[in-house]
């Protein structure tokens, strides 16, 4: 195994790993979540789209599964980085960056796994 692999394949598994807890406590509460005091649009956003919000987290929890076993690692990275940068943008237009962490986290993640395959996503980008 490479060296550079290591770190890569540390990072991936630890975000698979974060993606599906973070996902499993919206259904069963075992960690304290707290989102602070959103704003009036904030909380007519998320009270439109909480139907939504299982079937989200079901895709995070396959996401993150996929991701741990390293099946289409470069692909799932394609797919999550809209919804980690959307994440994150919700997460900064709360007003409390306290609670934005997660979302930071991932982002962060995602993008340096997405530097670690740039080598595969060539392909998509030349004429």
Same mark, same amino acid.
């Given at each position: 195994?490479?060296?550079?692999?290591?770190?890569?394949?540390?990072?991936?598994?630890f975000?698979?790993?974060?993606?599906?807890?973070y996902?499993?406590?919206?259904?069963f509460?075992?960690l304290? $979540?707290? =989102?602070?005091?959103?704003?009036t649009?904030?909380?007519? !956003?998320?009270d /439109?789209v909480v139907?939504y919000?299982?079937?989200? =987290? #079901?895709?995070? #929890?396959?996401?993150?599964?996929l991701?741990?076993?390293?099946?289409w $690692?470069?692909?799932?990275?394609? *797919?999550?980085f809209?919804l980690?940068?959307a994440?994150?943008i !919700? /997460?900064i237009?709360?007003?409390?960056l306290?609670?934005a962490?997660?979302?930071?986290f *991932?982002?962060i993640?995602? !993008? $340096?796994l997405?530097?670690?395959?740039?080598?595969? =996503?060539?392909?998509l !980008?030349?004429?």
């Amino acid at each position: 195994m490479e060296n550079n692999q290591l770190p890569k394949n540390w990072l991936r598994v630890f975000l698979g790993v974060f993606l599906i807890v973070y996902a499993l406590n919206q259904f069963f509460h075992f960690l304290p $979540t707290s =989102y602070g005091e959103m704003p009036t649009d904030a909380k007519n !956003f998320i009270d /439109s789209v909480v139907i939504y919000l299982p079937i989200l =987290y #079901i895709f995070e #929890i396959i996401l993150g599964i996929l991701l741990v076993l390293n099946k289409w $690692t470069p692909f799932l990275l394609l *797919v999550l980085f809209p919804l980690s940068i959307a994440f994150l943008i !919700f /997460s900064i237009s709360n007003q409390d960056l306290s609670d934005a962490w997660p979302a930071l986290f *991932v982002a962060i993640l995602n !993008f $340096t796994l997405l530097l670690f395959e740039k080598e595969k =996503y060539k392909p998509l !980008f030349s004429k």
